[in-house]
């Protein structure tokens, strides 16, 4: 019953934006859309999360459709170092449990 | 400062044999989380300690997995009669409290079961 939907991989030149998508159409009005990302041999790292606004940190923009059923995750400037898989998660904020699908795989090209 | 670590970093191990992983979360953090990777698969759910108790366990696929944090600091998650299937990598994760959404993870250990 997976919440989420991602394309298995994608691609993008080192010092270009990666546009990662999600789709979660069934997401529900307390649901938050949480981004993680895993780098090989190591465990998940968070990167941001939303309800409805887009969100913006020191990492990544995260863009939420008005109507909430998709969200595409930003990274402005890929390096070499974003390489990675990334995880769109569905859940309640608080009293939930992550539950991560397969992800996508992002290559950074040099 | 340290993160979460986890020791060992490999253990292999053979079928029918006990183990037991070691999990030390960062410094003033309540909630506990193990989960288990294998290969090309998401982490997958086990166990959540908020605080010495357990408060979710519907991840543990059998009666073989037992989860232990005694003083609410460092967990242990314990695997009896392995089996080849157990062989994945299994990560522990903290965050401040329960509701906190931000997870903090370790690297994992690798575990084969031969």
């Known amino acids: 019953d997976a919440k989420t939907t991602q394309p298995p991989s994608m691609d993008c030149a080192e010092g270009r934006a990666a546009n990662l998508p999600c789709n979660h159409s069934?997401?529900?009005?307390?649901?938050?859309v949480y981004w993680y990302r895993q780098i090989h041999s190591q465990g998940p790292q968070y990167i941001i999360h939303?309800?409805?606004n887009n969100e913006t940190n020191e990492m990544a923009s995260l863009i939420i459709t008005e109507d909430r059923k998709s969200s595409t995750l930003i990274l402005p400037h890929a390096t070499l170092r974003d390489t990675a898989v990334y995880y769109c998660i569905v859940m309640k904020s608080s009293g939930d449990k992550l539950t991560f699908g397969t992800g996508t795989r992002l290559a950074v090209r040099p | 400062g340290a993160g979460v670590s986890q020791t060992p970093s490999n253990k292999v191990t053979e079928k029918g044999k006990y183990v037991e992983l070691r999990c030390d979360p960062i410094s003033g953090h309540t909630a506990l989380y193990w989960y288990r990777q294998s290969l090309g698969q998401g982490p997958e759910f086990l166990i959540y300690?908020?605080?010495?108790?357990?408060?979710?366990d519907s991840g543990l696929p059998n009666d073989r997995f037992f989860a232990v944090r005694p003083e609410g600091s460092v967990s242990t998650l314990k695997i009896q009669r392995t089996e080849r299937g157990d062989s994945a990598v299994y990560l522990c994760?903290?965050?401040?409290?329960?509701?906190?959404?931000?997870?903090?993870f370790g690297s994992g250990t690798q575990l084969s079961v031969l």
């Open positions: 069934t997401i529900s009005g307390n649901e938050y």
């Open positions: 939303g309800l409805k």
């Open positions: 994760a903290s965050s401040l409290s329960r509701l906190n959404e931000k997870l903090f």
């Open positions: 300690f908020q605080g010495t108790g357990a408060a979710d």
